[in-house]
Structure formats: C-alpha cells, structure tokens
C-alpha cells in the first residue's frame, strides 16, 4: 500500500452498475490543523480511473468560500487547488454545521454525475447530506418467506397432534419410516397453523438492546446536543456494534 494511505481515514470503491461503473471515494480529516498533503496526494491516486469519480466526506476545512473558491489559510487553499487541478466540481453550498455556520462536509465530482445534493437536519452534530446521481440502477427485491413461530396457533397444533392415534399410524412401519410420518405430520401442520412473514436477509434486524440504546442516544442529541453524555453515548453504542457485527462474522464463518 503506498505511504499516502497510511496515516489517513480514507476508504474506496467501485459500484459497479450494469452498463457503468463509479468510484466513490469517502474521507474523514480529522483536523483542521493538520496537514493534508497526504490526504491529498491519496485522492490524486483514486482519481487515476477511467470511471466517474465522486469524492464525499467531512474534510473539516471551514475557511473556504465555495461561491468565490477563495480560502484564508494554508490547508483550505491547498484543497482549492487540488479541486481545480483535478477538473474537480465541489457541490456543497450551505452550512453542514452550526455554531458557528461552516461548510465541512463536501461533496466533489469529476464527471457530472451528481443530480442532485441537498442538505438536511442536524444528524449528530452535522446535517444529513443526501446525494442523487445520474445513475439508473433496476433495484432487485431481496424478500424471502418465514415463519413467524411467535404467531402460531399452537392450541390448534396441540389438539391436533394428542387426537392423532399414533400407534396406528406406526403400525408395521420401522424406526426409519415412522420418523418420515412424524416429521411430515409436523411439516403439515406447522404449514397450515405457523403463518409466512415477509423476511428482507439484506435488513440488519439488531437485538432490542442495540435498539434501545440506539433510541438514547438520539434522545440525548435531541435534547443536550453535542453533550458529554451524547458523545459517552455514541461512543458506546459504536463499540456495541462492533462487537455484535464481529459475532455475527465469526457465527457465520464457524
């Protein structure tokens, strides 16, 4: 891996559509002190594709004006040029963050393919910034059937299954096909007393407590803001995740 990418949080990848492919490069610059040669230098590399490339992220550089490209310091002038120099199109125009108001969180293109961009509420302590390109992509439905064992009509079941005369139905039968009838009794019934539920496999369904502690920490943001707590908060709940999506890798792969 070349030296640029060690030091940054920069992370890669190519959609690739049916007739197109894009690149979609998302950053993270922690500080506005800090220098960004090497963030810079990286996004150069990622730019070297024949593809269309868009460049999102919080580059924390809040001394640009966007609608003159003029900026007041070293590190904001150093992201002009690197935009201009790369036929670079920056689409974000208003405040992504309050208090004071400052535009952090940009969004660059190479290719107009950037339809359309608008700024929302406060997520955490930035706005939401949703992005529409130019692109058609057929979404394919990922819906399969289960049942939902919770809803079942298990007095149904029950009755069913102690008015069953058994050892007539096992009669002259060995170990192997008695099995077979039993198992086909409970197919039968679980078919016609368990209902189908629709079942989305590419929808992360997390434990209640995930949940719960997902709904607090959106309760602190609501009403302390930017708090100790909100932050204490977040940082728990991210360390929860990656535990669970850790688990849930190594139940899969064992």
């Known amino acids: 891996m070349p030296a640029e990418f060690d030091l940054i949080e920069i992370c890669a990848i190519d959609v690739i559509l049916k007739d197109s492919c894009v690149r979609i490069i998302v950053v993270y610059h922690p500080n506005h002190s800090s220098p960004v040669d090497g963030l810079l230098s990286a996004l150069e590399k990622l730019l070297c594709s024949s593809s269309p490339c868009i460049i999102v992220g919080d580059f924390n550089c809040p001394h640009i004006d966007w609608m003159q490209s003029t900026a007041r310091d070293k590190n904001c002038a150093k992201i002009i040029d690197f935009s201009s120099n ?3 199109e920056q689409h974000v125009r208003v405040p992504t963050r ?3 108001d400052n535009i952090l969180d940009l969004c660059f293109s ?3 393919v950037v339809r359309d961009i608008r700024i929302g ?6 706005k939401l910034v949703t992005i529409t390109l130019a692109f058609k992509m057929k979404q394919r439905k990922v819906v399969d059937k289960i049942r939902n064992y919770k809803k079942g009509d298990y007095t149904s079941i029950n009755y069913y299954l102690s008015n069953i005369n058994w050892p007539r139905l096992f009669v002259n039968k060995d170990v192997n096909s008695m099995y077979a009838v039993f198992v086909e009794v409970v197919n039968n019934l679980v078919a016609k007393y368990v209902p ?3 079942f989305n496999p590419l929808k992360k369904h997390y434990p209640v407590g995930i949940r719960q502690k997902h709904k607090n920490k959106l309760a602190l943001w609501r009403n302390e803001g930017n708090s100790e707590n909100y932050r204490r908060a977040v940082a728990e709940l991210k360390q929860i995740l990656i535990t669970y999506e850790k688990s849930r890798i190594e139940e899969k792969t064992t």
Do not use: Q, T
């Open 121 to 126: 509420e406060l997520f955490s302590d930035h």
């Open 196 to 198: 189908l539920v629709n």
């Open 110 to 112: 190479n290719m107009p």
């Open 98 to 100: 309050c208090n004071p």
């Open 86 to 88: 790369n036929g670079l």
